[in-house]
């Protein structure tokens, strides 16, 4: 936690992460039991949405099947315990191995395809899994899923359960964050925006969205792991195409081009989620609606609006606007941007062009990086 | 040898609506550069706007004015969907596309749960069609060979729509390059537009087509839309005689499943995608993406 705190601070990310984690360490005490279990979900949606925008956000890779690896993460351990009796705490480690090693079988197929291809065979895969859990009933449950005393006791206190899956999400977060901000993250966006520079540059592009596609599916088996500790059971669902479709939506919720904007995207969901369905009838209606509006009006989710909210605060107090210039470039940053080598720039660069197309927010972009160097 | 006749035969049934469902999404697809999702919801309203209009009870006429009305009266939604959304978000990467069609397969869908409820809905044969003929010893109904007709004409009117006449040289020509062809002179908005109202007809028609096939209910939307992916990507994504091609490739699949492991029937369409796509990862008369 200190470590990562530190690392927060030492990107300069806007003090709402902050508050955020601070948020989330008080919730026990601060909430009813429903409501906790509520924000646990969506915590490990959260991890959920960040593994997927590994590649969404990331590498321009739009898989619509990460479910498949959600759901083999889940059933490894309901499997696992049914037919061998397994202990909660050997899945919990084999889960994300199994999930990466499927991802690594599945991407050596998908890859070969592109863009739209790959979304509908990552969706192909997704479902054959989905249809072969519902079908072979005498060793998965069908479509009833799996049930039974599959967790450890300590992890039916549901204080124990939430202080679990806030533990272990925010390792995976660390780790995806790690890996988004390491060179090799930094190649993977640079591929997403021009795989033919990247090519000519002699950067593997195969080899590198393989990696990507095996840490995403190892860390999407993770949270399905704690979609267990949630739900204390194993649903044929969580394999189905809609179940991929979340990430993708948390991730443009929240904005894809930052780190942490799948996260938010989590959070709000879920909560949005049960605002919805309590006072309409047809949720999916205001829901598709908002989406709609999202992607017409503020196509980098809420976190660019705050990204943008700061850099206009930064114009209007100008007293204030190292302060300012330091929230809207820690949005950025979340994402592990800096001013770096050329092909970061161009990245930083190319990614404001396309956002917004505005002068002016070309100019803001140039003074995030004055105020950070 | 009757029974693999009769089976072929329902084959092509199943391959008829799945024709013209993928050919409106493939069309779309090819002239617009985006996956729409809410085709599902377009064939969604055609089959349910039929259970309205012509009811359970057995009714002449009122099948055929279904067959003409309601895919001309959802095409113009489909017309209005295009010019205040879709235009919108032509500029943008595929994900935005992607969800924005989402977003509107969501709001199509609560409406269509709203109008029609949950129940499930059925649409009587008429008269003329309601029959059976005896082929090689074995009965066959004939509105499954008026499907496969309709699907047959479809099939042939597109290919004389986009070969033979001045609006499908553009449509290919937008396939093509579509600034060069906005440069000619042709009013390419104009043309998306048209292309979107043919697409969304296609999908209302294969709606009304498969209606009285089966029950018509909620979730529809969805299991069409994927089966159109799935054939529209096994054929190649822009083109009609791929989709007629992997229409027929999932439906021999699925009857092929049926009559040999029921147990893993419902995994042999995604199956053969991933085949055709590991073999061929553009579809079989598809090209490159750049």
Known sequence: MATFLAAVRGRRAPAAVVALIAALAVAPGALSQAALLNVQDAIGLALFACATNLLIGYGGL????????????????????MHLNTSFWVTLVAAPLLGAVAALVVGLLALRTRQLYFALLTLAVSQLLYVIVQQQESFTGGADGVFGPMLP??????????????AVAAGGLLLLWQIARSPFGMTLRAIRENRERAEALGVNVFGHQLLAFTFSGFFCALAGVLSVVWAQSANPNLFSWTESGYPIFMAVLGGQYTFLGPALGALIYEQARDVLLASFSDSQLVFGAVLLAIILAAPDGVAGLLGRGGRLLARRWPARTAGGQRAAAGTAA???????????????????????????????????????? | MSHYLITFLSALTEASSLFVAAAGLTLV?????????????????????????????????????????????????????????????????????????YALFLIFGDITLRLWGSAARSVAVPAVLAGSVTLDGGEFP????????????????????????????RIRAAVEDRELLASAGTNVPLLFTTVFVIGTLLAALAGVLAAPLASVAPGLDASIIIAAFIVAVIGGLGSVTGAAIGALIIALFNTAGVLWA????????????????????????GRAER
Request: glycine content about 12%; charged content about 15%.
């Open chain 1, 153 to 166: 006791s300590f992890l039916l206190s549901s204080g124990n359960a939430y202080w679990f899956t806030l």
């Open chain 2, 29 to 101: 697809f090819g002239a617009l550069r985006i996956i729409n999702i809410a085709h599902g919801s377009f064939y969604a309203f055609g089959a349910f706007a039929a259970t309205t209009l012509v009811g359970s009870a057995a009714g002449g006429w009122r099948f055929w004015l279904a067959l003409l009305a309601v895919p001309l009266a959802v095409a113009v939604l489909g017309g209005v969907t295009e010019v205040s959304v879709l235009r919108r978000v032509y500029g943008k990467d595929h994900l935005a596309q992607l969800v924005a069609t």
């Open chain 2, 142 to 169: 004939v509105y499954d060979l008026f499907a496969i007709g309709v699907a047959a004409c479809v099939g042939l009117a597109l290919w004389a729509l986009l070969q033979r006449t001045a609006l499908g040289w």
């Open chain 2, 262 to 285: 029921p147990a893993w029937e419902p995994a042999f369409i995604y199956l053969a995608m991933i085949a055709v796509l590991a073999l061929r990862p553009w579809g079989l008369l």
């Open chain 1, 62 to 81: 739009v898989s619509f099947g990460q479910g498949a690896f959600y759901g083999i993460g889940a059933y490894t351990v309901a499997l696992a315990w």
């Open chain 1, 334 to 373: 979340a994402a592990g941007a800096g001013a770096g080598d050329g092909v970061r720039r161009q990245d930083r660069q190319d990614r404001h062009d396309a956002r917004t197309g505005g002068q002016q927010d070309r100019a803001d972009g140039q003074e995030d990086r004055v105020a950070r160097s």
